[in-house]
Protein backbone atom coordinates (compact mmCIF):
# COMPACT_ATOMS: atom_id res chain seq x y z
CA UNK A 1 0.00 0.00 0.00
CA UNK A 2 1.15 3.62 -0.97
CA UNK A 3 1.60 6.13 1.89
CA UNK A 4 2.03 9.37 2.02
CA UNK A 5 3.13 11.14 4.74
CA UNK A 6 1.40 14.49 5.40
CA UNK A 7 2.09 17.30 7.73
CA UNK A 8 -1.71 19.11 8.71
CA UNK A 9 -0.41 22.40 10.07
CA UNK A 10 2.70 22.99 12.36
CA UNK A 11 2.67 23.95 15.79
CA UNK A 12 4.95 26.78 17.05
CA UNK A 13 4.97 26.73 20.35
CA UNK A 14 7.30 28.74 22.99
CA UNK A 15 10.42 27.79 24.10
CA UNK A 16 11.94 27.26 20.59
CA UNK A 17 15.11 25.38 21.64
CA UNK A 18 13.93 23.94 24.39
CA UNK A 19 10.84 22.08 23.21
CA UNK A 20 12.69 20.94 19.50
CA UNK A 21 16.13 20.66 20.16
CA UNK A 22 16.90 22.86 16.70
CA UNK A 23 15.70 26.41 16.69
CA UNK A 24 18.19 28.36 16.95
CA UNK A 25 17.13 29.89 21.05
CA UNK A 26 14.74 30.05 23.20
CA UNK A 27 13.86 33.02 22.38
CA UNK A 28 12.41 32.23 19.02
CA UNK A 29 9.16 29.86 18.89
CA UNK A 30 10.03 26.18 17.86
CA UNK A 31 8.53 23.96 15.08
CA UNK A 32 6.65 20.84 15.79
CA UNK A 33 4.69 18.67 12.87
CA UNK A 34 1.22 17.02 13.05
CA UNK A 35 2.35 13.97 11.36
CA UNK A 36 -0.57 12.24 9.48
CA UNK A 37 -0.71 9.40 6.85
CA UNK A 38 -2.69 8.88 3.30
CA UNK A 39 -3.02 5.25 2.40
CA UNK A 40 -4.09 4.18 -0.89
CA UNK A 41 -5.87 1.06 -0.61
CA UNK A 42 -7.88 -1.15 -2.99
CA UNK A 43 -11.11 0.38 -1.27
CA UNK A 44 -10.49 4.27 -1.27
CA UNK A 45 -8.38 6.10 0.70
CA UNK A 46 -7.25 6.21 4.21
CA UNK A 47 -6.58 8.88 6.70
CA UNK A 48 -4.51 8.39 9.52
CA UNK A 49 -5.06 11.58 12.16
CA UNK A 50 -6.17 15.06 10.42
CA UNK A 51 -4.36 17.65 12.41
CA UNK A 52 -6.00 20.72 11.92
CA UNK A 53 -8.58 21.58 9.41
CA UNK A 54 -10.65 24.60 7.18
CA UNK A 55 -12.77 25.68 10.44
CA UNK A 56 -9.52 25.51 12.74
CA UNK A 57 -7.40 27.68 9.64
CA UNK A 58 -10.65 30.45 9.55
CA UNK A 59 -11.78 30.77 12.42
CA UNK A 60 -9.28 29.47 15.20
CA UNK A 61 -10.66 31.05 18.36
CA UNK A 62 -14.21 29.59 18.15
CA UNK A 63 -12.64 26.34 17.66
CA UNK A 64 -9.62 26.22 20.02
CA UNK A 65 -8.63 26.53 23.47
CA UNK A 66 -6.99 30.15 23.93
CA UNK A 67 -4.48 29.17 26.36
CA UNK A 68 -3.43 26.44 23.65
CA UNK A 69 -3.04 28.48 21.09
CA UNK A 70 -1.16 31.44 22.75
CA UNK A 71 1.18 28.34 24.20
CA UNK A 72 1.43 26.67 20.72
CA UNK A 73 0.25 29.37 18.04
CA UNK A 74 -0.09 26.71 15.13
CA UNK A 75 1.01 28.30 12.15
CA UNK A 76 -2.46 28.92 10.44
CA UNK A 77 -1.56 27.97 6.13
CA UNK A 78 -5.35 26.28 4.37
CA UNK A 79 -2.80 25.09 1.70
CA UNK A 80 -1.20 22.65 4.77
CA UNK A 81 -4.68 21.31 5.66
CA UNK A 82 -5.18 17.46 5.08
CA UNK A 83 -7.88 18.30 2.41
CA UNK A 84 -5.95 20.54 0.41
CA UNK A 85 -3.29 17.97 0.83
CA UNK A 86 -5.19 15.40 -0.57
CA UNK A 87 -6.63 17.55 -3.46
CA UNK A 88 -2.80 18.08 -4.36
CA UNK A 89 -1.95 14.96 -4.76
CA UNK A 90 -4.56 14.56 -7.62
CA UNK A 91 -7.43 12.80 -5.55
CA UNK A 92 -10.68 14.06 -4.60
CA UNK A 93 -11.75 14.77 -0.86
CA UNK A 94 -14.32 12.01 -1.10
CA UNK A 95 -11.95 9.16 -2.26
CA UNK A 96 -10.90 9.83 1.92
CA UNK A 97 -13.33 6.76 3.05
CA UNK A 98 -12.05 6.17 6.39
CA UNK A 99 -10.44 8.02 9.15
CA UNK A 100 -8.49 6.59 12.05
CA UNK A 101 -7.38 8.19 14.95
CA UNK A 102 -4.78 7.94 17.15
CA UNK A 103 -6.81 10.22 20.03
CA UNK A 104 -8.76 13.09 19.84
CA UNK A 105 -7.06 16.21 20.89
CA UNK A 106 -7.93 18.96 18.87
CA UNK A 107 -4.97 18.95 17.20
CA UNK A 108 -5.32 15.27 15.22
CA UNK A 109 -9.48 16.09 15.60
CA UNK A 110 -9.59 19.15 13.60
CA UNK A 111 -9.69 18.17 10.11
CA UNK A 112 -12.23 15.61 10.67
CA UNK A 113 -15.20 18.10 9.71
CA UNK A 114 -13.43 18.43 6.26
CA UNK A 115 -14.56 14.58 5.40
CA UNK A 116 -17.94 14.64 6.69
CA UNK A 117 -18.54 11.30 4.85
CA UNK A 118 -15.84 9.20 6.32
CA UNK A 119 -16.12 6.68 8.84
CA UNK A 120 -14.42 7.63 11.70
CA UNK A 121 -12.47 4.97 13.96
CA UNK A 122 -10.98 5.46 17.42
CA UNK A 123 -11.21 3.67 20.78
CA UNK A 124 -13.93 3.70 23.21
CA UNK A 125 -12.00 4.73 25.76
CA UNK A 126 -11.05 7.38 24.12
CA UNK A 127 -14.32 8.53 22.50
CA UNK A 128 -16.04 8.05 26.29
CA UNK A 129 -13.57 10.23 28.20
CA UNK A 130 -13.51 13.40 25.30
CA UNK A 131 -17.41 13.59 25.59
CA UNK A 132 -17.23 13.37 29.60
CA UNK A 133 -15.00 16.74 29.85
CA UNK A 134 -14.32 15.81 33.10
CA UNK A 135 -11.20 18.03 33.73
CA UNK A 136 -10.11 21.66 32.81
CA UNK A 137 -7.50 19.84 30.81
CA UNK A 138 -10.00 17.83 28.78
CA UNK A 139 -11.78 20.78 28.26
CA UNK A 140 -8.87 22.38 26.41
CA UNK A 141 -7.85 19.57 24.73
CA UNK A 142 -10.79 17.93 23.56
CA UNK A 143 -13.16 20.47 21.31
CA UNK A 144 -16.88 19.54 20.98
CA UNK A 145 -16.76 22.41 18.28
CA UNK A 146 -14.34 19.74 15.49
CA UNK A 147 -17.33 17.23 16.20
CA UNK A 148 -19.64 17.87 13.45
CA UNK A 149 -18.63 14.17 12.22
CA UNK A 150 -20.33 12.38 15.37
CA UNK A 151 -22.54 10.07 13.85
CA UNK A 152 -20.27 8.44 11.79
CA UNK A 153 -17.71 7.41 14.81
CA UNK A 154 -16.74 3.89 15.24
CA UNK A 155 -15.13 2.62 18.15
CA UNK A 156 -13.41 -0.30 19.68
CA UNK A 157 -12.25 -2.15 22.72
CA UNK A 158 -8.71 -3.62 22.39
CA UNK A 159 -9.33 -7.31 21.14
CA UNK A 160 -7.93 -10.40 23.71
CA UNK A 161 -6.02 -12.63 21.89
CA UNK A 162 -4.79 -11.36 18.89
CA UNK A 163 -1.58 -9.15 18.78
CA UNK A 164 0.59 -7.58 16.82
CA UNK A 165 4.60 -8.12 17.77
CA UNK A 166 3.35 -8.34 21.01
CA UNK A 167 0.96 -5.15 21.34
CA UNK A 168 -2.75 -5.76 22.17
CA UNK A 169 -4.48 -4.73 18.94
CA UNK A 170 -7.91 -3.60 17.83
CA UNK A 171 -10.09 -6.56 15.95
CA UNK A 172 -10.23 -5.65 12.40
CA UNK A 173 -11.72 -2.23 11.39
CA UNK A 174 -15.02 -1.72 10.00
CA UNK A 175 -14.46 -1.65 5.97
CA UNK A 176 -10.33 -1.81 6.46
CA UNK A 177 -8.22 -4.33 5.42
CA UNK A 178 -6.27 -6.00 8.23
CA UNK A 179 -3.23 -4.31 6.81
CA UNK A 180 -4.11 -1.21 9.23
CA UNK A 181 -3.76 -2.32 12.62
CA UNK A 182 -4.95 -0.21 15.71
CA UNK A 183 -2.87 -0.78 18.50
CA UNK A 184 -3.79 0.52 21.59
CA UNK A 185 -0.74 2.84 23.58
CA UNK A 186 -2.34 4.18 26.36
CA UNK A 187 -0.98 7.48 28.54
CA UNK A 188 -1.16 10.60 26.59
CA UNK A 189 -4.75 10.19 27.34
CA UNK A 190 -6.84 6.65 28.52
CA UNK A 191 -7.78 5.79 24.93
CA UNK A 192 -4.77 6.68 22.76
CA UNK A 193 -3.62 4.16 20.26
CA UNK A 194 -1.21 3.81 17.38
CA UNK A 195 -1.73 2.85 13.69
CA UNK A 196 0.62 0.41 11.81
CA UNK A 197 0.02 0.23 8.28
CA UNK A 198 1.54 -2.62 5.75
CA UNK A 199 3.62 -1.59 2.88
CA UNK A 200 4.37 -4.96 1.45
CA UNK A 201 6.95 -6.46 3.58
CA UNK A 202 7.35 -3.89 6.50
CA UNK A 203 4.96 -1.62 9.04
CA UNK A 204 4.74 1.58 9.26
CA UNK A 205 3.65 2.76 12.43
CA UNK A 206 2.39 6.46 13.47
CA UNK A 207 2.70 5.95 17.78
CA UNK A 208 0.57 9.21 17.81
CA UNK A 209 1.87 11.29 20.74
CA UNK A 210 3.11 8.15 22.63
CA UNK A 211 6.22 10.24 22.61
CA UNK A 212 7.20 13.44 20.97
CA UNK A 213 11.07 13.43 20.51
CA UNK A 214 12.85 11.10 18.59
CA UNK A 215 15.60 10.60 20.61
CA UNK A 216 13.03 9.08 22.91
CA UNK A 217 13.35 6.10 21.18
CA UNK A 218 16.98 5.61 21.21
CA UNK A 219 17.35 2.05 23.25
CA UNK A 220 20.49 3.07 24.42
CA UNK A 221 20.62 6.15 25.90
CA UNK A 222 16.92 7.75 25.59
CA UNK A 223 16.67 11.46 25.97
CA UNK A 224 13.96 14.22 25.61
CA UNK A 225 14.01 18.12 25.43
CA UNK A 226 13.09 19.65 28.82
CA UNK A 227 10.45 21.39 27.10
CA UNK A 228 8.78 18.74 25.57
CA UNK A 229 9.13 16.19 29.00
CA UNK A 230 7.48 19.12 30.22
CA UNK A 231 4.32 19.25 28.14
CA UNK A 232 4.45 15.49 27.75
CA UNK A 233 3.74 15.38 31.75
CA UNK A 234 1.02 18.29 31.42
CA UNK A 235 -1.09 16.54 28.95
CA UNK A 236 -0.07 13.12 30.64
CA UNK A 237 -3.81 11.02 31.62
CA UNK A 238 -1.66 8.35 33.08
CA UNK A 239 1.96 8.62 33.68
CA UNK A 240 2.59 4.85 34.49
CA UNK A 241 1.49 3.33 31.50
CA UNK A 242 2.54 6.01 29.23
CA UNK A 243 6.11 5.09 30.23
CA UNK A 244 5.83 1.66 30.04
CA UNK A 245 4.51 2.33 26.46
CA UNK A 246 7.53 4.37 25.86
CA UNK A 247 9.96 1.36 27.45
CA UNK A 248 7.74 -1.43 25.02
CA UNK A 249 8.20 0.68 21.71
CA UNK A 250 12.23 1.10 22.08
CA UNK A 251 12.38 -2.27 22.79
CA UNK A 252 9.98 -3.07 19.57
CA UNK A 253 12.80 -0.84 17.42
CA UNK A 254 15.32 -2.63 19.16
CA UNK A 255 14.26 -5.88 18.03
CA UNK A 256 12.32 -5.43 14.62
CA UNK A 257 13.72 -2.39 13.51
CA UNK A 258 14.00 -4.72 9.80
CA UNK A 259 10.40 -4.95 9.80
CA UNK A 260 9.08 -1.88 11.30
CA UNK A 261 9.71 1.67 10.78
CA UNK A 262 7.89 4.26 13.80
CA UNK A 263 7.04 7.74 14.18
CA UNK A 264 5.49 10.48 16.19
CA UNK A 265 3.37 12.95 15.27
CA UNK A 266 5.23 15.88 16.37
CA UNK A 267 9.05 15.58 15.63
CA UNK A 268 9.77 17.63 12.66
CA UNK A 269 13.16 15.55 12.49
CA UNK A 270 11.25 12.03 11.84
CA UNK A 271 9.37 13.64 9.42
CA UNK A 272 12.25 15.39 7.23
CA UNK A 273 14.09 11.57 7.52
CA UNK A 274 10.81 9.79 6.49
CA UNK A 275 9.71 12.20 3.26
CA UNK A 276 12.90 14.27 2.47
CA UNK A 277 11.29 17.27 2.31
CA UNK A 278 10.89 19.93 4.54
CA UNK A 279 7.87 19.73 7.18
CA UNK A 280 6.84 23.16 6.34
CA UNK A 281 5.88 22.23 2.93
CA UNK A 282 2.87 20.54 1.37
CA UNK A 283 2.95 17.43 -0.09
CA UNK A 284 4.28 17.16 -3.49
CA UNK A 285 1.79 16.73 -6.53
CA UNK A 286 1.61 13.38 -8.00
CA UNK A 287 3.63 13.36 -11.58
CA UNK A 288 0.73 11.09 -12.64
CA UNK A 289 -2.88 11.28 -12.10
CA UNK A 290 -3.55 8.83 -8.94
CA UNK A 291 -5.58 5.47 -9.57
CA UNK A 292 -7.85 4.17 -6.83
CA UNK A 293 -9.47 1.07 -8.24
CA UNK A 294 -12.49 0.88 -7.01
CA UNK A 295 -13.10 4.60 -8.36
CA UNK A 296 -13.02 3.16 -12.45
CA UNK A 297 -16.05 4.04 -14.04
CA UNK A 298 -17.14 6.94 -11.65
CA UNK A 299 -16.90 10.62 -13.31
CA UNK A 300 -13.72 12.15 -11.93
ZN1 LIG B 1 -0.75 15.86 19.64
Not at 25 to 54: F, N, P, Q
Not at 78 to 98: C, N
Amino acid sequence: MRVHHLNCISTCPVGGKLMDGRTGSIIRRGHLTCHCLLVETGAGLVLVDTGLGLRDVEDPRSRLSRMLLMMLKPDFREEMTAIRQVQRLGFRPEDVRHIVLTHLDFDHAGGLDDFPWASVHLLTRERDSALAQRTMLDRMRYRPQQWSTRPRWLAYEPFEGDTWFGFDRVRSLDGVKDDIVMIPLVGHTHGHAGVAVRRGDDWLLLAGDAYFYHAEMDPHRPHCTPGLRFYQWLMEKDRGSRLRNQARLRQLRRHHSDVIQMCCAHDPVEFERLTGRSAEVPVAALAQRPFIPHLVGRSA
